[in-house]
C-alpha cells in the first residue's frame, strides 16, 4: 500500500523555497520555481502598508506616481481594507485621501458585482457597444513578448517578471489586445490570473470586461500620446515601431469601431482597475493524521484569507487549520509558480502566528476538508466566506463527503455596510462615498440585513 503524501513543510526559508514546493506542486505551475518578485505573507503585507507615506499619489496616473502597491496583500487577505482605509486616513489629505479611498472602493465594487452576478462575470455581462469580432487565443507574439512594439513588449515581460502592471498599463495592454489585436477579454483575463500576484476573479475579469464595453457604457481606449505623457516617454522617445496607436481619438475611433460608439468623449484613464476555474472530478483522498488533541472544530483557510486576522482564524484560535492547494484547479488552470509561492508565504506566516497546528497540502479540496475534520474528530469546520463559483462547490462537496460536519461560513471584512444591488462604480459611489470618507454610513444605503 502507498503511504499517504506528507503535510507540506510550513518552515521552508525562502532559500529552500522553491525546490520543495516546486517539487511537491510538480506539473501544477507554469514556468520555473522562482519567488515571487515581492514576499508574501502579513508581516511583508504591513511592512508594505507602513513604508507607504502616500508622498505623490496625485501623480498616480503616471507611471512614476506613488501608488500604493498594496494590492497582492489586500487580494490574498493579508492585510485589511480597512487597516489600509486607516492608514490613508493618517497620511494623505484632503482630495489625496479621497481620491485614493474611492480607488479602494473598486475592490468592493467588483467583489459586490461578483457576488450578485455568480459565474456571470465570466461571461459577458452585457452587449459589447460596437461590432465586436474577437477571437479566443491568445497570439503567440504577445504571449512571447515579441510584438516589435517596445511599450507591449515591456507591459507583458513587466507582468511575467513582476507578477504586478501599473494600472494605466493593466488599461492599455487590455484596449490594446481586445480592439487592436480583436482578441476576446477573456483570454487576456487568463493570462493576467495566471501571472498577477493580485489576480483574483471579480476584479481581473470585471475590469476586462470595462475595457472591453461589455460591463460599461463604452470601450476604453488609448492614443500615442496618452501613452506618451502618462509612462514619461519611456518608450516613445526612441520607438521606431509603426505606432498603431498614433491619431486622434476620434480617428481611432473610426478606425478601431467603425464610428459605432456612442458620442462620449474618451474614457478617464482612472475609471477602471483591471487586475475560469473549470471543475474537475475530486479524487478521494488520503487520510491525514492529526498531530495533536482531537478538536471540536477546525478551519478552511482559502486563498482570499491568508492572514492570523482572517474572521475563520480569529473565531478559532486554539483550532486546527488547513489550506489546500487545489490540485483539480491547478491541473486545468495555467498558474504561474511565483503566485502559488506568494500564497505558501501567506501560509507560512499564519503557520508561525499561531498556536494550534497548521497544515497545508495538495489535493481535492472537499476531500481533503472532510477527512482533515474526520481526523481530529470535528464536529464544526469554520470558513470565511468569498463569492467564487468554486467556494460553492467546494463547500457543496464537503457536505457530500461529511454530512455530520456542520458549516459555520464568517463575512469577510467590508469597508462599507451597503448591501443593495449594484451594477456601475459610479452609482455606487454616490451610496457609500459618506461611509467610506466620513465613516458615517449613508442614510438611503441599504445594510446588510435589510434588503
Same mark, same amino acid.
Given at each position: 500500500?502507498?503511504?499517504? +503524501?506528507?503535510?507540506?513543510?510550513?518552515?521552508?526559508?525562502?532559500?529552500?523555497?522553491?525546490?520543495?514546493?516546486?517539487?511537491?506542486?510538480?506539473?501544477?505551475?507554469?514556468?520555473?520555481?522562482?519567488?515571487?518578485?515581492?514576499?508574501?505573507?502579513?508581516?511583508?503585507?504591513?511592512?508594505?502598508?507602513?513604508?507607504?507615506?502616500?508622498?505623490?499619489?496625485?501623480?498616480?496616473?503616471?507611471?512614476?506616481?506613488?501608488?500604493?502597491?498594496?494590492?497582492?496583500?489586500?487580494?490574498?487577505?493579508?492585510?485589511?481594507?480597512?487597516?489600509?482605509?486607516?492608514?490613508?486616513?493618517? /497620511?494623505?489629505?484632503?482630495?489625496?485621501?479621497?481620491?485614493?479611498?474611492?480607488?479602494?472602493?473598486?475592490?468592493?465594487?467588483?467583489?459586490?458585482?461578483?457576488?450578485?452576478?455568480?459565474?456571470? /462575470?465570466?461571461?459577458?455581462?452585457?452587449?459589447?457597444?460596437?461590432?465586436?469580432?474577437?477571437?479566443?487565443?491568445?497570439?503567440?507574439?504577445?504571449?512571447?513578448?515579441?510584438?516589435?512594439? +517596445?511599450?507591449?513588449?515591456?507591459? /507583458?515581460?513587466?507582468?511575467?517578471?513582476?507578477?504586478?502592471?501599473?494600472?494605466?498599463?493593466r488599461l492599455w495592454f487590455a484596449a490594446y489586445l481586445i480592439h487592436w489585436r480583436g482578441v476576446h477579454w477573456r483570454a487576456g483575463y487568463a493570462f493576467f490570473r495566471e501571472h498577477l500576484l493580485d489576480g483574483d476573479i471579480a476584479s481581473n475579469a470585471l475590469s476586462w470586461q470595462w475595457v472591453a464595453s461589455t460591463f460599461s457604457n463604452k470601450p476604453y481606449f488609448m492614443n500615442q500620446e496618452n501613452i506618451e505623457r502618462f509612462s514619461g516617454g519611456?518608450?516613445?522617445?526612441?520607438?521606431?515601431?509603426?505606432?498603431?496607436?498614433?491619431?486622434?481619438?476620434?480617428?481611432?475611433?473610426?478606425?478601431?469601431?467603425?464610428?459605432?460608439?456612442?458620442?462620449?468623449?474618451?474614457?478617464?484613464?482612472?475609471?477602471?482597475?483591471?487586475?475560469?476555474?473549470?471543475?474537475?472530478?475530486?479524487?478521494?483522498?488520503?487520510?491525514?493524521? +492529526?498531530?495533536?488533541?482531537?478538536?471540536?472544530?477546525?478551519?478552511?483557510?482559502?486563498?482570499?484569507?491568508?492572514?492570523?486576522?482572517?474572521?475563520?482564524?480569529?473565531?478559532?484560535?486554539?483550532?486546527?487549520?488547513?489550506?489546500?492547494?487545489?490540485?483539480?484547479?491547478?491541473?486545468?488552470?495555467?498558474?504561474?509558480?511565483?503566485?502559488?509561492?506568494?500564497?505558501?508565504?501567506?501560509?507560512?506566516?499564519?503557520?508561525?502566528?499561531?498556536?494550534? +497546528?497548521?497544515?497545508?497540502?495538495?489535493?481535492?479540496?472537499?476531500?481533503?476538508?472532510?477527512?482533515?475534520?474526520?481526523?481530529?474528530?470535528?464536529?464544526?469546520?469554520?470558513?470565511?466566506?468569498?463569492?467564487?463559483?468554486?467556494?460553492?462547490?467546494?463547500?457543496?462537496?464537503?457536505?457530500?463527503?461529511?454530512?455530520?460536519?456542520?458549516?459555520?461560513?464568517?463575512?469577510?471584512?467590508?469597508?462599507?455596510?451597503?448591501?443593495?444591488?449594484?451594477?456601475?462604480?459610479?452609482?455606487?459611489?454616490?451610496?457609500?462615498?459618506?461611509?467610506?470618507?466620513?465613516?458615517?454610513?449613508?442614510?438611503?444605503?441599504?445594510?446588510?440585513?435589510?434588503?
Amino acid at each position: 500500500m502507498t503511504a499517504p +503524501p506528507a503535510d507540506l513543510p510550513l518552515d521552508l526559508p525562502d532559500a529552500q523555497l522553491p525546490g520543495v514546493l516546486g517539487a511537491a506542486l510538480a506539473g501544477l505551475y507554469t514556468g520555473q520555481p522562482r519567488l515571487p518578485a515581492r514576499p508574501g505573507g502579513r508581516a511583508a503585507g504591513l511592512a508594505a502598508l507602513h513604508a507607504w507615506t502616500g508622498a505623490g499619489y496625485r501623480e498616480r496616473n503616471h507611471l512614476s506616481g506613488n501608488v500604493s502597491r498594496l494590492s497582492m496583500y489586500l487580494r490574498h487577505g493579508m492585510i485589511g481594507i480597512r487597516e489600509v482605509a486607516a492608514h490613508a486616513r493618517h /497620511v494623505l489629505r484632503g482630495r489625496e485621501r479621497d481620491e485614493f479611498l474611492r480607488q479602494l472602493t473598486w475592490g468592493e465594487f467588483f467583489r459586490l458585482v461578483l457576488r450578485q452576478e455568480g459565474a456571470r /462575470v465570466l461571461d459577458n455581462l452585457e452587449e459589447p457597444k460596437y461590432p465586436a469580432h474577437w477571437t479566443d487565443a491568445l497570439p503567440d507574439d504577445v504571449r512571447a513578448a515579441r510584438t516589435d512594439l +517596445p511599450c507591449v513588449d515591456a507591459w /507583458v515581460t513587466h507582468l511575467i517578471r513582476d507578477g504586478w502592471l501599473h494600472n494605466h498599463e493593466r488599461l492599455w495592454f487590455a484596449a490594446y489586445l481586445i480592439h487592436w489585436r480583436g482578441v476576446h477579454w477573456r483570454a487576456g483575463y487568463a493570462f493576467f490570473r495566471e501571472h498577477l500576484l493580485d489576480g483574483d476573479i471579480a476584479s481581473n475579469a470585471l475590469s476586462w470586461q470595462w475595457v472591453a464595453s461589455t460591463f460599461s457604457n463604452k470601450p476604453y481606449f488609448m492614443n500615442q500620446e496618452n501613452i506618451e505623457r502618462f509612462s514619461g516617454g519611456r518608450w516613445c522617445r526612441t520607438c521606431t515601431a509603426n505606432c498603431p496607436f498614433r491619431g486622434s481619438y476620434e480617428e481611432l475611433e473610426a478606425r478601431l469601431f467603425s464610428g459605432h460608439l456612442p458620442r462620449q468623449s474618451p474614457a478617464s484613464p482612472g475609471g477602471g482597475n483591471p487586475h475560469r476555474a473549470e471543475p474537475a472530478q475530486e479524487a478521494e483522498p488520503a487520510p491525514i493524521q +492529526p498531530t495533536g488533541p482531537t478538536s471540536p472544530r477546525v478551519v478552511w483557510v482559502h486563498g482570499d484569507g491568508l492572514s492570523v486576522t482572517d474572521p475563520a482564524l480569529s473565531a478559532c484560535p486554539d483550532a486546527p487549520a488547513l489550506f489546500v492547494f487545489d490540485r483539480p484547479f491547478l491541473s486545468g488552470v495555467p498558474i504561474a509558480f511565483p503566485r502559488l509561492a506568494f500564497m505558501y508565504q501567506g501560509v507560512r506566516d499564519i503557520a508561525a502566528a499561531r498556536r494550534a +497546528p497548521t497544515h497545508a497540502r495538495v489535493g481535492a479540496v472537499a476531500g481533503e476538508l472532510a477527512a482533515f475534520a474526520r481526523a481530529y474528530g470535528a464536529g464544526e469546520l469554520h470558513v470565511t466566506r468569498n463569492f467564487t463559483p468554486e467556494f460553492t462547490r467546494i463547500l457543496a462537496g464537503v457536505r457530500a463527503a461529511h454530512p455530520d460536519l456542520r458549516v459555520v461560513v464568517h463575512e469577510p471584512e467590508r469597508l462599507t455596510s451597503y448591501d443593495g444591488p449594484v451594477r456601475r462604480f459610479f452609482g455606487f459611489w454616490k451610496k457609500v462615498e459618506r461611509e467610506v470618507l466620513q465613516g458615517a454610513p449613508s442614510p438611503d444605503a441599504p445594510r446588510r440585513g435589510h434588503r
